[in-house]
């Protein structure tokens, strides 16, 4: 399993600009200030309007290990959807059909937004996206406690990492 745990770099970027003066910006601590149709072409969702404890991933089709991780984000979210959301957000998807037969064959029922034009990247306190898989954890009170791109390769992965970020027993 490969991990970039994002956490650091961002302890380390605020790090160096309380060095160098920083901003006045105040630190986000919410999903991004913005709104993401559904994936079936539902209504808009604000994502800093969302509160957890919530698992939010972003995928594409095109993304190999996204695919191979979808039917244990399914399962995941069969097992424990009622004590911790799980939120899919296509990201940059090039070929929405292909997005769709990825969507059936790997089982999901969880909720999914398209964000085509890759809205979320670089929109605080998300990173650049550089690569998928990408997975935020926000809390009870909708604040974004852990992000990293990780590949989730067992429920029990799943499992241990909510349990750890969101303070839930599952």
């Avoid at 399993?1 to 003066?21: D, F, I, N, Q």
């Avoid at 901003?23 to 994936?39: N, Q, Y």
């Avoid at 999914?112 to 650049?128: C, I, K, M, R, Y």
């Avoid at 499992?159 to 303070?167: A, F, G, N, T, V």
């Amino acid at each position: 399993m490969r991990r970039l745990v994002v956490a650091p770099v961002v302890a380390l970027a605020l790090l160096l600009s309380a060095c160098t003066g920083g901003d006045d910006r105040p630190e986000v601590t919410t999903l991004p200030e913005v709104s993401l149709a559904g994936f079936d072409s539902a209504e808009e969702v604000d994502l800093a309007m969302l509160q957890g404890p919530m698992v939010v991933n972003l995928w594409a089709s095109w993304c190999g290990p996204c695919a191979r991780e979808m039917p244990v984000l399914a399962d995941f979210d069969e097992r424990y959807g009622d004590q911790v959301a799980l939120l899919g957000i296509n990201h940059l998807e090039t070929r929405q059909d292909r997005a769709e037969a990825l969507v059936a064959r790997s089982g999901v029922t969880y909720d999914l937004l398209a964000d085509p034009e890759g809205l979320v990247s670089d929109s605080p306190p998300f990173p650049f996206i550089q690569g998928l898989p990408f997975m935020a954890f926000v809390d009870a009170d909708g604040t974004v406690v852990h992000m990293e791109f990780v590949v989730i390769e067992s429920v029990d992965e799943l499992k241990e990492l909510s349990e750890r970020y969101l303070d839930v027993t599952l």
